[in-house]
Nanobody
Framework: EVQLQASGGGLVQPGDSLRLSCAAS????????IGWIRQAPGKEREGVSC???????YTAESMKGRFTISRDNAKNTVDLQILTLKPEDTAVYYC?????????????????WGKGTQVTVSS
């Protein structure tokens, strides 16, 4: 059974930093691209960042400089570091996996989805 368990979300204040983690199992992790997609209340899904099986990373233009993705193939985990959080970063963040990094172009095309972790940025 494929599992993508996202963790690390919570209630934070504007300007704080956060590290989200995704623990994967049930598939050949090192063969897959892993990414993050977020969905804010009342808004469409939005691709955040993706890291390919070979370690190439892609991040949405509006998020570059604040969002950094990394992977550890030995631990089957992917992390998303978020700096200087803003209220508009409030969303459910989903960890996703696919053979291609389509997170930024066609998020729905990713093969596997986790349940997400809530990030709320509020003072």
């Amino acid at each position: 059974e494929v599992q993508l368990q996202a963790s690390g979300g919570g209630l934070v204040q504007p300007g704080d930093s956060l590290r989200l983690s995704c623990a994967a199992s049930g598939f050949t992790f090192h063969d897959y691209a892993i990414g993050w997609i977020r969905q804010a209340p009342g808004k469409e899904r939005e691709g955040v960042s993706c890291i390919s099986d070979k370690g190439y990373s892609y991040t949405a233009e509006s998020m570059k400089g604040r969002f950094t993705i990394s992977r550890d193939n030995a631990k089957n985990t992917v992390d998303l570091q978020i700096l200087t959080l803003k209220p508009e970063d409030t969303a459910v963040y989903y960890c996703v996996a696919g053979l291609v990094c389509s997170v930024l172009t066609n998020p729905s095309a990713m093969d596997y989805w986790g349940k997400g972790t809530q990030v709320t940025v509020s003072s």
